[in-house]
């Protein structure tokens, strides 16, 4: 019987909810394609297929909050999605809409552009889409979908983590959120008294440290064995760790005090009275692998080494353990998160 208690919160579908959706209507045994490795799951990145010597690796994401560059976000957090299954990405397109009202050449233009040269950085082929003028957007929303190849045997899924498994993070968190909040809310910024060098230095987010995962997800495939790889997009640090642990059949046991939250998402977070660990973190990348004979030491000495700042925050525990989080004056709490992302407070 469906229950009706009012609208949804912007953003992601609860989990639960969600796990209800899917198993009620794409469930396993509805999949008829054998060579379907792996569909809808909560907290999985992408879309598996056997096509062959080769997997598949299908990936669709839109980009709603941001406008500034929206064609650079939408390339790589797909990329970023496809690159977390270990494969290549190589196949872009889009749906673009555009409010009514507010369009012109210059910014179908501009969107346009930025798919194209973003894509071509990465040696990935657009390969067409839909683009129209929609009634009642107040923003530009672009959905991209990205396919990917991967050989066999160097898949990963999120859902590989298993208990005894170190949990690295990559960057710090709020990275995403950083560039958006300095691009979308720059007037208010300078009402509110920062200058220019701060606010350009948030809006750098995007590039520096970056929301692009491609780099760092290709060092660990390939000089270890990693057993999962997620980014937390919406919903923050905690809700993609929780993405993880729900789909490995897992619990977590996390230590405050190694999360690192860079200097202007501090200040940010505190202008607006956002939570860091709730708030988008697209180039963030949570890795796990198996921690004998101290991988996890060796593969961030690797990622230190490349100019990528990683820190192991915790372990994969088992289920019955729960979600937990070492605070920082020692206490063990449950992991609390929400898929509903903290930005949308200033939205």
């Known amino acids: ?57 299908a990936k669709m994401d839109p980009i709603t909050f941001a406008t500034d ?82 050989d066999k045997e160097k898949l990963v899924l999120t859902s590989g983590a298993e208990p005894g498994d170190a949990l690295i993070l990559t960057k710090g968190i709020f990275i995403e959120g950083t560039s958006i909040i300095g691009r979308e809310k720059e007037i208010e910024l300078i009402e509110k008294g920062y200058d220019s060098s701060f606010i350009e230095k948030c809006k750098n987010y995007l590039y520096e440290p970056g929301i692009s995962v491609f780099k760092e997800a290709l060092l660990a495939n390939e000089n270890f064995k990693i057993n999962s790889f997620h980014d937390p997009t919406e919903g923050g640090l905690f809700c993609g760790i929780a993405e993880m642990a729900i789909a490995s059949e897992t619990g977590v046991l996390i230590e405050e005090e190694r999360i690192k939250v860079l200097p202007e998402p501090l200040e940010l977070s505190k202008v607006y009275n956002l939570n860091p660990t709730g708030t988008i973190s697209s180039g963030s990348l949570l890795i796990t692998l198996n921690d004998d004979n101290e991988e996890s030491s060796k593969l961030i000495d690797i990622l230190n080494k490349n100019n990528i700042l990683a820190e192991k925050i915790g372990n994969i525990v088992n289920k019955k353990e729960g979600l937990m989080i070492k605070r920082k004056d020692g206490k063990i709490k449950p992991l609390r998160y929400s898929e509903t992302d903290e930005i949308i407070k200033i939205f």
């Open 1 to 57: 019987m469906r229950e009706n208690k009012g609208n949804f919160p912007v953003g992601k579908l609860k989990h639960n909810f969600l796990a209800k959706m899917l198993n009620y209507f794409i469930s396993d045994l509805d999949i008829q394609d054998e060579r379907v490795i792996l569909g809808s799951k909560i907290g999985e990145d992408a879309a598996v297929i056997d096509i062959g010597e080769k997997y598949l690796v």
């Open 69 to 150: 560059e929206i064609g650079y976000y939408a390339v790589n957090v797909n990329v970023n999605d496809v690159v977390c299954m270990g494969a290549e990405p190589k196949w872009f397109q889009s749906s673009i809409l555009l409010p009514e009202g507010n369009t012109n050449e210059e910014i179908v233009e501009k969107i346009f552009k930025s798919i194209h040269d973003t894509c071509k950085s990465m040696n990935i082929t657009v390969i067409g889409g839909h683009t129209e003028v929609t009634p009642q957007l107040n923003r530009p929303i672009v959905i991209g979908s990205l396919l990917g190849e991967v």
